[in-house]
């Protein structure tokens, strides 16, 4: 029988969550300013792109939870904007071809990464030194309960 959990940690652990929730919503309004005009979805498919470089269209629709035609039509408009490209066939599966970011899909999703990490860093060139090295000390924590 697992030990209850002190009351302490829980409201802790909802604080957090809500601050995070608040500091996840601005990072990515300013990707929303994205001169390229790309939606949510399409910036965040960039993104597992350039994270699974090679991935298959139908896997790409299993790891978004989204439904095959629906992910090849958000693939043809990613094409089209000259954004991705597919990678030559694979041998053992001619029907089977990679997704890459092309030079253009990568200078846009480093320009919407610059941005949200420059907004980031302005916030926090703000705070007093004490509570910049109060965050440094956190991240060691929040390390180690994202692991």
Same mark, same amino acid.
């Given at each position: 029988?697992?030990k209850p959990v002190p009351q302490e940690a829980i409201a802790l652990a909802d604080e957090l !969550?809500? /601050? =995070?929730?608040? /500091?996840?919503?601005?990072?990515?309004?300013?990707?929303?300013?994205?001169?390229?005009?790309l939606s949510l979805q399409h910036r965040m498919l960039l993104s597992t792109i350039s994270q699974?470089? &090679?991935?298959?269209?139908?896997? =790409? @629709?299993?790891?978004?939870?989204?439904? &095959?035609?629906?992910?090849?039509?958000?693939?043809?408009?990613?094409?089209?904007?000259? =954004?991705?490209?597919?990678?030559?066939?694979?041998?053992?599966? !001619?029907?089977?071809?990679?997704? *890459?970011?092309?030079?253009?899909?990568?200078?846009? *999703?480093?320009?919407?990464?610059?941005?949200?990490?420059?907004?980031? @860093?302005?916030?926090?060139?703000?705070?007093?030194?004490?509570?910049?090295?109060? *965050?440094?000390? @956190?991240?060691?924590? *929040?390390?180690?309960?994202?692991?």
């Amino acid at each position: 029988m697992e030990k209850p959990v002190p009351q302490e940690a829980i409201a802790l652990a909802d604080e957090l !969550r809500n /601050v =995070l929730h608040h /500091v996840f919503r601005r990072i990515r309004q300013e990707g929303d300013s994205d001169p390229s005009g790309l939606s949510l979805q399409h910036r965040m498919l960039l993104s597992t792109i350039s994270q699974t470089p &090679g991935i298959g269209v139908a896997e =790409l @629709a299993r790891m978004e939870k989204l439904r &095959g035609p629906t992910m090849s039509g958000h693939i043809k408009s990613l094409e089209a904007a000259g =954004l991705i490209r597919r990678d030559t066939p694979d041998p053992e599966d !001619r029907r089977r071809s990679g997704l *890459l970011l092309s030079e253009h899909g990568a200078a846009v *999703l480093e320009d919407i990464r610059n941005r949200r990490r420059d907004w980031l @860093a302005r916030k926090l060139a703000q705070l007093p030194p004490e509570g910049a090295q109060a *965050l440094r000390n @956190a991240l060691i924590y *929040l390390n180690e309960i994202g692991e």
